[in-house]
């Protein structure tokens, strides 16, 4: 019979002695620095699929950049940082902006230019003049649906233009978009928009914003994410806007028409703060946009409605 108590077994009636609570004391001890060192070994056990310089498919360097990426997109959000899209549709009329961020923000103002592209309507196609634009890589160049001879540019290839795109799936995490895999991309595409549409974002008309044909026939398919990521398609969808600085320029001779280019661009805006929630804005001039090959006319827009991207930050 061994001489030792079990500190972790009593029978009814046995003494509560020192030693048998020092005894329990020690092996709790003993039994918690044991499961606290097998949970850290656990956590080193990753499976690393017979590349022990790989961790899910990714070398440490890759796997440091995503993190960096990640971290990057998710600092904006932690730091009093908002974006917000706007619509001033009348001359002169005082619009209030909530943006909740407690303190008078640093407001940074961006005229959201027209470009002419294709968009897909099921099985038709239509040019149009948009401020926002989904594609695929494969669309870089889209022949015009009025003018079978004529391409539209979608990504300039010329030196010395600029080339704007962002990642499609970075913005469906800017905007807190999930998805499933059994999911359609319709589906997604959908609640991308209402995303982008939602308060403090004004809602914009239809014909400011569209998809492209490639889009617009996946949507029609009704595939779903997972076969679009099968099919290494995700990393190739692209969302266009194109913002332009803001700077009030005075602009040379009797009306803005008789300017030049780019003294005559933006238009006049007055932005001024209420409160620590919220800013004017006012549309001080009507807007002036330019013309030219591939510029909207006036039958293609709403000339009396200025689109802006604000930028506040505390």
């Not at 990714?58 to 908002?82: F, M, N, V």
């Not at 619009?95 to 640093?106: A, D, S, T």
């Not at 939602?198 to 949507?219: A, G, I, L, V």
Request: aromatic content about 10%; proline content about 6%; charged content about 30%.
């Amino acid at each position: 019979m061994s001489t030792q108590p079990d500190p972790y077994h009593v029978e009814p009636g046995d003494l509560i002695t020192a030693q048998l609570f020092n005894g329990l004391q020690d092996k709790i001890k003993k039994d918690t620095a044991e499961e606290i060192d097998k949970a850290i070994k656990a956590l080193h056990k990753v499976d690393q699929s017979g590349d022990s310089d790989k961790l899910g498919g990714s070398t440490s360097d890759e796997l440091e950049e995503r993190i960096l990426k990640r971290a990057l997109q998710e600092i904006p959000k932690r730091t009093g940082y908002k974006r917000i899209f706007k619509r001033l549709e009348k001359k002169g009329e005082p619009e209030i902006v909530w943006h909740g961020l407690g303190n008078f923000p640093v407001v940074d103002v961006y005229q959201l230019d027209y470009f002419k592209v294709v968009c897909g309507d099921d099985e038709d196609k239509e040019d149009q003049f948009v401020n926002f634009y989904l594609y695929h890589s494969d669309e870089t160049e889209l022949r015009s649906a009025a003018d079978k001879t004529k391409k539209i540019i979608i990504e300039s290839s010329s030196e010395g233009q600029f080339v704007y795109k962002i990642k499609w799936v970075d913005m469906l995490k800017d905007l807190g978009v999930t998805y499933t895999q059994t999911q359609s991309l319709g589906d997604v595409v959908t609640e991308f928009w209402q995303a982008l549409f939602r308060k403090p974002n004004d809602k914009f008309d239809p014909d400011q914003y569209c998809n492209s044909p490639w889009f617009e026939k996946c949507c029609g398919e009704n595939r779903s994410m997972a076969q679009i990521e099968q099919r290494d398609n995700l990393d190739e969808l692209w969302f266009q806007m194109r913002p332009r600085k803001t700077i009030n320029f005075p602009y040379p001779g009797p009306t803005p028409a008789a300017a030049t280019a780019p003294s005559n661009f933006p238009n006049n805006v007055e932005v001024v703060h209420l409160d620590f929630d919220n800013i004017g804005v006012k549309l001080l001039a009507d807007p002036f946009y330019e013309t030219g090959p591939d510029r909207p006319t006036p039958n293609d827009i709403n000339v009396n409605e200025l689109k802006l991207m604000l930028l506040l930050k505390v």
